[in-house]
C-alpha cells in the first residue's frame, strides 16, 4: 500500500522561503515521478513541479520557475520542494503525488500540507 506523507507547511510572510518535505512507503515500483501539486480555494488544482526519481529529472509549471526546486532524497524515500521568494497567490493546500512513468494519471495521492503566505 502505498503511503505519501507531506509535511513542512505553515504561514510564512511574502518574500521568505519554506520547504515542503514528502515521505514516501510502499512503493514496489521503480520507475515513477514524483510531483508537487497545489489548490488554492476556489481554483482547480495546479501541477507545480515533478522529478523522475531514477534519474532526477526535474519539471517545473511555469507560475513557480525560478522560484521553486524540487529535489529527491533516494535513501530516505523522500521528495523536498524548496519554495523561495514566495508571494500570497501560492496560498494552497500542496499535495505530494506519484505516477508510473508510462502512466498518464498520478494515482497515489498525500493529505496534503497547507501553506499559507501572506502579504
Known amino acids: 500500500q502505498v503511503q505519501l506523507v507531506e509535511s513542512g507547511g505553515r504561514l510564512v510572510q511574502a518574500g521568505n522561503s519554506l520547504t515542503l518535505s514528502c515521505v514516501a512507503s510502499g512503493l514496489t515500483f521503480t520507475n515513477y515521478y514524483m510531483g508537487w501539486f497545489r489548490q488554492a480555494p476556489g481554483k482547480e488544482r495546479e501541477f507545480v513541479s515533478s522529478i523522475v526519481w531514477s534519474d532526477g529529472t526535474m519539471y517545473y509549471g511555469d507560475s513557480v520557475k525560478g522560484r521553486f526546486t524540487i529535489s529527491r532524497d533516494v535513501d530516505k524515500n523522500t521528495v523536498y520542494l524548496q519554495m523561495n521568494s514566495l508571494k500570497p497567490e501560492d496560498t494552497a493546500v500542496y499535495y505530494c503525488?506519484?505516477?508510473?512513468?508510462?502512466?498518464?494519471?498520478?494515482?497515489?495521492w498525500g493529505q496534503g500540507t497547507q501553506v499559507t503566505v501572506s502579504s
Open positions: 503525488a506519484v505516477r508510473r512513468r508510462y502512466e498518464s494519471e498520478y494515482k497515489y
